[in-house]
């Protein structure tokens, strides 16, 4: 139910664009998550039923996540990125309202895209 597109490999201070086109039903609650390799996988942004935002630390300011109703299709846009932003991305959904950042509460994910920055 959830497709993913972008991503790719930049140099530091470059830019992506993650989509994720929605079929089915899923809430508006969704996000972005993140998964390097030996690590766990984290919370990058969320979006809520009312546009709500939150972020991780390590991306406010660079990161911004967004939402086309009429296209069914979240955005992560991606800006200054850093080598330790490399990692596989992935969309996430919950089937109701609210979204924990809990990797556990997720009810449907993407494929996943690999994004990797080099400095």
């Known amino acids: 139910q959830l497709v993913q597109s972008g991503g790719g490999s930049v140099q530091a201070g470059g830019s992506l664009r993650l989509s994720c086109a929605v079929s089915?039903?899923?809430?508006?609650?969704m996000g972005w998550f993140r998964q390097a390799p030996g690590k766990e996988r984290e919370e990058v942004a969320t979006?809520?039923?009312?546009?709500?935002?939150t972020y991780a630390d390590s991306v406010k300011g660079r990161f911004t996540i967004s939402k086309d109703n009429a296209k069914d299709t979240l955005y992560l846009e991606m800006n200054n990125l850093k080598p330790e932003d490399t990692a596989m991305y992935y969309c996430?959904?919950?089937?109701?309202?609210?979204?924990?950042?809990?990797?556990?509460?997720?009810?449907?994910w993407g494929q996943g895209t690999q994004v990797t920055v080099s400095s």
């Open positions: 089915g039903y899923v809430s508006n609650c």
């Open positions: 979006i809520n039923t009312i546009g709500f935002t």
């Open positions: 996430a959904a919950v089937r109701l309202c609210p979204m924990s950042s809990s990797p556990k509460s997720i009810d449907y």
